[in-house]
């Protein structure tokens, strides 16, 4: 599996990027496809979770947010939201398919090859989607400025979701990161002070600005005045 999941990443960013080098008819009508697939499959999903009132799979992750935010801003024309969902899909989607690579068997031993094979669908259209339109966008401070408001709330919206509900699941990516249990693992807790935690999120908000200023450069560097037909 680990060569199977090396190849299907591969293929997939490779896909990536012919996308990106296709006119913009053509990416225009591919990414609403897939947005809207990915919308009305997320929405039948988590629609059945709140009628049988599962409340510890409502959205949390990332990567759940982007699912809605990216297929809405494409479906509805929300130019306001677009570089937002193009943002988060491009981190969530890319980031699922470069771990994939590494951790296939992993994943596929806890969740099961269908949920785990819809995972990677739902990433891999996340990361395509956003290669279609990053062409397309417009990056500016202001935009930068909507995406940080976004990134506080978000973070307060999960703190707050996690002292109010109970969430069984033993791994959900943001409640460890923001949690501080990667520091456990490196760090032995008797040793972990206040500084040692100061020090662990102000280096995760760091790698989050030089994330987000890599996607403004791929965004720069993928623009141009001349479309090339594929």
Known sequence: MYWLGFIISSITLIMGIIFM???QTKRTRLVFILALFLFFYKLTEYTIFGLTMQLHKIPLEFS?????IFSMSIIFRLEKMKLLGAFMAF?????????????????????????????????AILYL??????????????????????????VMYVATM?????????FIFIRLLLGGDVLTTLIKPEMLSSYTYLLYFLTLFILYRVILFLFHGICKLTQSKHEVNV
């Open 21 to 23: 080098r296709l006119n």
């Open 64 to 68: 759940t947010m982007s699912y809605f």
């Open 91 to 123: 981190v969530s989607g890319l980031g699922y398919v470069i771990t994939f690579m590494i951790l296939g068997d992993d994943f596929l031993a806890g969740n099961g090859f269908f949920l785990t094979a819809m995972a990677y669908l739902n990433h």
């Open 129 to 154: 989607g956003s290669m279609l339109v990053i062409k397309d966008l417009s990056y500016s401070k202001t935009e930068e400025r909507r995406i940080m408001i976004f990134t506080t709330l978000y």
């Open 162 to 170: 996690s002292e109010l509900i109970s969430f069984p699941q033993p």
